[in-house]
DNA sequence: CCTTCTGTAACTTATTTTGATACAAATACA
DNA sequence: TGTATTTGTATCAAAATAAGTTACAGAAGG
């Protein structure tokens, strides 16, 4: 279970939040329709909270909602939003520094790392939440 | 240890080799450089081997070399030679059937991750491993 | 032959994500 | 005011994977 799927329940969770506007949805539920745990979900929901794009409600009738409208909301913001780590890693271990190129090649990969980090969050920032959320009610890609 | 760094790894393995070119590199070298286990490049290396990246030999005075000049290698080759997962993954556990948002939703996140990553790899496409080597050489970023 | 290397299997360790249980604090409502 | 509901969060267990390590067969040079 390493494989890190924030972002795609970050992306699921919202749609569904973008589906019952205005009106409080519950951990539980959001859990069942993600088949996952409700602390699962309540952990991503802290996460969208600080980023300001969903507002959470403790007590009965609680639960949470978008805190702004889908079209406002973009892809990229819930990317940033979510634990979701970089495109690749650096070395675990810092390279020898007597080595030429050892000594050097993090700053370069480091470099190119922030580069394509850009590149996606470019992309993603072309689609809103609205987009994602009609795509999913129709059933097309 | 769970962040992947072979990307990472692979670019430093093949800068090295840049460095010497035609000459048989032994995967001690490399690891030394690299800061880890040679076992650990020896098992990178087999997977650039697989995509006619480097070549290697066995035997006294054997080692890795590089099969195509620096100029030929760009590093989406590379990105795509080692195992290095997706840009975000998609659910653990498929989502409920029995939700709309559910149905739908690995669909859309499919077709997104693939755009994404193809956008990565436009990026990675711009770069040779010679323009890496020459960066890392002179120190420059 | 003997030495040097790679290729690979097998096992351990470290790290991370996810799952699960538990409970305090907040809120609505009777 | 009291009760039921729901979030927030702490804590622990389980699962997955990357990386580290040891070991050894087999290839190649001399």
Redesign the interface.
Known sequence: ?????????A??VL??LA?SRDENTKSDYLA?????NAVVIRRLLGQLNQASLVISQTGANGGSRLARCPNDIN?AEI?KAVN??E??????????KD???????E??????QR??DK??EE??SR?TLQN?FE???Q?K?
Chains 1, 2 share one sequence.
Do not use: D, R, W
């Not at 279970?1 to 329940?9: G, K, L, P, T, V």
């Not at 080595?99 to 090649?105: A, L, M, T, V």
């Not at 700053?107 to 190119?112: N, R």
């Open positions: 279970m390493a494989a890190n799927s924030q972002f795609s329940m992306v699921h749609a569904m589906g069942c329709s993600v088949n996952t892809l990317y979701c780590g495109v690749f890693a650096l070395h675990a271990k810092a390279p020898s080595c030429p190129i050892g000594k050097n090649i700053a370069v990969l480091g470099c190119l580069e394509i590149g996606i992309k993603l689609y994602v795509m999913v009610e059933g890609v």
